[in-house]
């Protein structure tokens, strides 16, 4: 049995951050970084029958086209998507009542629609990048028990590429979900591999009044190359979102729109409508 302290449930037995009943969730969740960008997603929706929320998670269950979804804001970083992932597993998998994990497994589809910047030349302001794969600068991953899920060898390589500090966490590589990425692809959408950084200053080589313990690393990032691998963009979730729904036993893609160009200096003149673009494309795909 799940202790007080360790399984947090409110007074009505929501879940404790995410405040939300196992009732309130679909099994094919979008997750958003951005509160505002849910309304963004839902007003697809035919109809929205749970708006809930509680601090930077809001969510709102609907159906379109008779698919129920949902679509939920993670805020920023991994230290939320930590939060997160456990929160929407405890509702698909715990029984709350007697605080003990289910027999029978319920899988999720988790999809992330995010903003990213590239850190290659050639992948334009605008585009849309799914991320074969997330290299976690993060360490949440370090945190669960988590033998044999990543690779390595590309590790080591990148390690030694942009001779890492030891003071930072070891740099883990984490493949999406084949199935759901099948689900997803086409060919207006471009595949990378996505950094995952702990910040969006420093940690994203950028300097605006700090210095940085080193200025070389977003150059050296963009000139890694593993076998056929190339870092394409960074941004401050994905590698969380693989790393944990591998583990739980859950399938998860995250999709990016490219709002900057951090080679080229350049920034979108309308995120708003490239965000929008790709919330569609998901949607589509997801009620196909
Ligand atoms: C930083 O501005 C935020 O934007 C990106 C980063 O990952 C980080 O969360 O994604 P979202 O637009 O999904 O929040």
Redesign the pocket.
Known sequence: MLEASELILNADNSIYHLNLLPEDLSDTIII???QN?VAQVSKHFDIIEVKKEKREFITHTGRLKGKRLTVLSTG??TDNIDIVLNELDALANIDFDSRKIKKEFKQLKIV?????GAVQKDIPVDSYVLSDYALGFDGVLHFYENEGLCDDEFSKAFVEHTNWSNKKPWPYLVKCDETLRERLRSNRIRYGVTGTNSG?YGPQGRKLRLNLQDDTLNDKITSFKYKDLKITNL???SSAIYGLSKLLGHQAVSL?CIIANRVLGEFSENPRKTINGLIKYTLDKLTE
Do not use: A, K, L
């Open positions: 958003v970084g951005d960008r920023i970083g992330r629609i995010g903003t990213s969006f941004e401050m979730e990016n």
